[in-house]
């Protein structure tokens, strides 16, 4: 069991983060994290006690002034460092720096220069140090006009707005995700000699992709999910994490549930339930009066949940949030469908008098052998 601590934890990092090791209750303990405690040098100081490895991803990104930034990011190591050598504390600390450290701004000087306090303090003490040399990160539950500009277009998207690109650059990208795997081996690597003394490690980039590609693929998503409900090709990697990422900006307690176009005559009725341009599962329930279906989130696969007869509640809740959306549909009168972001544990129950009739669609595995089901009530 190692005792992991992350500084910054309820950033967008940071929420990956923790809720990916919360899925490792075997190996990981979770010590909490807030804030406020680079305040308080004694709550500091406890928090660093208590961590066999510490994830430093506090910082900040953007602010009118450089200056502002170059200082709080510098000032955040410095208070780090204080509290492990007031506390007698040698974790290993996993520290975020940037592709950034090579330009020529204060955000990137901070990076590189909070490395090197680093590195000495782990030098001086014979401690774990590992920096991380990171590329632009995207995902879901990215702040928009902060995180990254792909943040930003899916807010824009969902939300009204006209995105406008600045300057149509090539961007080299991770999915949070897999920046979170990193992480997660590095913090489990068992070698005595696993960041000895400072070590500096230059995370890969999955995708090299210009500006305006990623707008277009959005666009595309915006007129082909968001306006018609056809589902795209999740055949490539980055289409399906850019997805993902997509419909967790939508507003849902607006967008949902969403009707289907019941066709009837005197045969009986006729409903298409989903479009896609891609595979995965159909299946089909019945749910009998006072049950519930579900409870359970998912990490990387879409679902879509369609109600075609009876009385059903659908709710959701964002793992690490206590807000539920509470869809109410008659399938009888106006069937309809809710779909299923990644990191939202859901269900489904029967409310009526009768049995709810449901269609599920659910994207395919990437890898079969894994489940991506983990179980917790909403």
């Not at 897999?178 to 490690?201: C, Q, R, Y």
Request: hydrophobic share 35%; with cysteine.
């Amino acid at each position: 069991m190692i005792k992991v601590g992350i500084t910054g934890q309820s950033g967008f990092i940071g929420t990956h983060l923790y809720n990916t090791l919360g899925l490792y209750p075997e190996r990981f303990e979770r010590i909490p994290f807030e804030d406020s405690y680079f305040d308080n040098p004694y709550q500091l100081e406890s928090f660093v006690k208590e961590c066999d490895a510490i994830v430093h991803l506090a910082a900040m990104n953007r602010h009118n002034n450089p200056e502002v930034i170059y200082k709080t990011n510098i000032d955040l190591v410095k208070k780090l460092i204080a509290a492990c050598e007031a506390s007698q504390s040698k974790p290993h600390i996993i520290f975020s720096s940037s592709i950034q450290e090579e330009r020529d701004n204060l955000y990137g000087k901070s990076k590189k220069e909070g490395r090197f306090l680093f590195e000495q303090w782990a030098a001086k003490n014979s401690s774990k140090f590992t920096a991380f040399i990171i590329p632009n990160v995207f995902g879901p539950f990215g702040k928009p006009y902060y995180n990254s500009v792909v943040a930003t277009f899916c807010h824009q998207l969902t939300h009204g707005e006209e995105p406008k690109i600045e300057i149509d650059g090539e961007l080299k990208l991770i999915y949070v995700s897999a920046l979170v795997d990193h992480f997660i081996k590095k913090i489990f690597t068992k070698d005595e000699n696993n960041g000895l003394h400072g070590e500096k490690i230059n995370i890969p980039h999955t995708t090299t992709i210009k500006v305006s590609v990623i707008l277009d693929i959005l666009k595309d998503f915006k007129v082909n999910y968001f306006e018609k409900g056809i589902f795209p090709n999740f055949s490539e990697t980055f289409t399906r994490n850019l997805f993902n990422t997509f419909v967790c900006y939508i507003d849902h307690e607006k967008f949902f549930p969403r009707p289907l176009e019941l066709k009837s005559d005197n045969r009986g009725s006729f409903v298409e339930t989903v479009k896609l341009n891609s595979g995965g599962q159909v299946s089909f329930s019945t749910t009998k009066p006072g049950v519930t279906r579900g409870n359970h989130f998912h990490t990387r696969k879409a679902e879509r949940f369609a109600v075609i007869k009876g009385k059903a509640v659908i709710e959701l809740r964002r793992i690490g949030s206590n807000k539920k959306f509470t869809f109410e549909i008659d399938g009888d009168k106006n069937p309809a469908f809710v779909d299923m972001p990644i990191w939202y544990t859901h269900n489904i129950k029967n409310v009526g008098n009768d049995d709810v009739y449901t269609i599920f669609w659910i994207s395919e595995h990437f890898n079969p052998n894994d489940t991506d089901t983990y179980f917790e009530t909403v």
